[in-house]
């Protein structure tokens, strides 16, 4: 195969292939074998017919099997030979095919523009450092008895109780909304749940009693906005937290409630390590984008976008999302993606960074520290080369940003992370 590159500019390149004819015989081959093996020829047996009888007779449906396949094959092979950076499918033009004769096709192709990334170095970044407070192991704590907790029917509702109810929604003149009925709603009786006022107004009630509630519809209401419910109270539980005691740190597979106190505590405190790190992390490649002319060639982005699409589509399954609300959403996000790409990519190259025999070593310690196993028993032998890729990927991405930490001026300064949020209020009443 001849491949050359006949003309170029800043967005695309343009590419004259020559194909010879004995470089094209193998795929007319497997072509004509596939049609000789289904061939129903008369006069002989299905598979048993003479190549050049079935030449004769599908020669044209043979080479239209096979040219699709030649050009496709010398296509990726005329990218590679001729170190085409293309980041979009080429279009082939001028294709041209004679019997005996060599097969030429040209193909343009839209290539990377060219671009580089000088400033990575001594960038100035803030780092979040959280200081734990006693009241985050207390609130964990409290959350593992409520994990671990029993019921018990009771008569009249408190605070903190779990109702199961029924709930008919009313409009402003107290009449019965249509289709806006919920029935066995349970309901756990906590501010992080409903608002005090649906607290206050069930609080007293006994099982089988209605009441009508006028509650407020939350923070992003308008002031003074409520919506009106009737409220049939079918079961009232009361919570039986654990004692906090030694005993409960043993059935939690601890020696002692000191040493659960202490497990709770290494946790927190690792968790909002972590979530500092990844935060600093995302600064410096904000960072590293602002302060370099990085390109963001469209068919990129919208590879990124079609790529988080699919990721959005997949974690809200059985719903339907608009292909334009996921463009215009994510459509930033994919700009971002795609700089930091290129940017990572050059970064990798100028350090002439790779995965050496440590690397790997250091990342079987750790997972097995992590783990509680022995090294040996990490394994790192991927049985295809995407996976092994991807491990290599992981590796150097890990380095990389290392490297960028190290080479960073980083502030210390009070986080204003924040804990998990809540679940929305309203969603467990209606």
Not at 45 to 69: C, H, T, W, Y
Request: glycine share 4%.
């Amino acid at each position: 195969m001849l491949a050359q590159v006949v003309s170029e500019d800043a967005n695309q390149r343009k590419l004259h292939v020559e194909i010879s004819t004995a470089e094209m015989l193998p795929f007319f081959e497997e072509a004509l074998e596939m049609y000789r093996e289904e061939a129903q020829i008369q006069g002989f047996r299905k598979g048993k017919a003479p190549r050049d009888v079935v030449l004769k007779k599908f020669g044209e449906q043979i080479n239209s099997e096979a040219l699709p396949v030649i050009v496709e094959e010398f296509y990726k092979q005329a990218i590679k030979d001729t170190n085409t950076e293309a980041i979009a499918i080429g279009q082939i033009d001028n294709v041209s095919f004679k019997k005996d004769q060599p097969m030429t096709f040209d193909v343009t192709v839209e290539v990377m523009p060219a671009y580089e990334v000088p400033n990575y170095k001594g960038l100035k970044v803030q780092k979040e450092i959280h200081d734990l407070k006693d009241d985050e192991v207390t609130s964990t704590i409290e959350r593992l008895r409520e994990n671990y907790s029993t019921m018990k029917v009771s008569e009249t509702v408190a605070a903190g109780n779990f109702v199961t109810c029924d709930i008919q929604m009313l409009d402003h003149s107290d009449l019965p909304i249509i289709g806006k009925k919920f029935t066995d709603r349970r309901i756990p009786l906590t501010t992080q749940y409903v608002g005090q006022d649906f607290i206050d107004g069930l609080i007293g009630a006994k099982q089988g009693e209605t009441r009508n509630l006028h509650v407020s519809k939350g923070p992003e209401a308008k002031e003074g906005e409520h919506e009106h419910m009737t409220v049939t109270v079918r079961k009232i539980e009361e919570v039986q937290l654990p004692e906090l005691d030694n005993e409960f740190a043993k059935d939690l597979g601890f020696e002692s409630l000191e040493k659960l106190m202490a497990d709770v505590k290494e946790n927190l405190k690792k968790r909002w390590e972590d979530d500092s790190a990844k935060q600093l992390n995302e600064r410096i490649i904000d960072e590293i984008i602002k302060n370099n002319e990085i390109p963001s060639p469209e068919p990129l982005v919208d590879n990124a976008i079609q790529r988080i699409g699919d990721m959005v589509k997949q974690r809200l399954k059985g719903q339907k999302v608009e292909d334009q609300y996921i463009i215009d959403r994510y459509r930033p996000a994919a700009i971002r993606d795609v700089k930091w790409m290129l940017a990572r990519k050059k970064i990798i190259e100028a350090e002439k960074m790779t995965v050496l025999p440590e690397d790997i070593e250091a990342y079987r310690d750790r997972m097995a520290e992590h783990n509680k196993v022995s090294r040996d028993q990490i394994n790192i032998d991927f049985k295809t080369e995407t996976e092994q890729k991807n491990f290599e990927d992981y590796l150097i991405e890990e380095k990389l940003m290392k490297f960028l930490e190290s080479n960073s001026v980083i502030e210390e300064v009070p986080d204003t992370l924040s804990a998990p949020q809540e679940e929305k209020k309203s969603d467990l009443i209606v």
